[in-house]
């Protein structure tokens, strides 16, 4: 299984932090300006739905890719065989579209026919 990453030399660190430099410059400059607050309101929303989508990729990336060996026994005692290849997972989040891949367990191949039961 591929290790959790170490947080501090993980690459979407930087762009994190980056983010979050943004925003208070954001903030910062939008006072200087004397900006009205449902403006600058609107401005910090926007930054955050960036960083917690960031945030949230970097989580996902973190877990790692799933793959437990080549068979795994679950606490059932049934033995579970990993699938022949990575499979590509998407979902929509709050924070936005989310797409990465991970190894599945499966019991016994699927079987899919053409003809109708």
């Known amino acids: 299984m591929k290790k959790i990453a170490d947080l501090n030399t993980y690459h979407s660190k930087k ?3 980056g983010e979050a430099e943004k925003l208070v410059d954001y903030i910062f400059e939008q006072a200087k300006q004397g900006k009205a607050t449902h ?3 609107q ?3 926007d930054r955050l739905l960036t960083m917690g989508h960031l945030a949230l990729g970097q989580f996902i990336a973190l877990q790692g890719d799933g793959d437990l060996g ?4 679950l606490p059932s005692g049934k033995t579970v065989k990993r699938l022949p290849r ?3 997972r998407a979902t929509v989040q709050s924070l936005g ?3 990465w891949c991970v190894s ?3 019991a016994e191949k699927v079987r899919r026919s053409s003809s109708s039961p």
């Open 104 to 106: 599945f367990m499966a």
């Open 86 to 88: 990575p499979q590509k």
């Open 70 to 73: 080549k068979q795994i026994e």
């Open 39 to 41: 403006q600058v309101e």
């Open 15 to 17: 762009m994190l932090l």
């Open 97 to 99: 579209f989310m797409s």
């Open 43 to 45: 401005g910090i929303f």
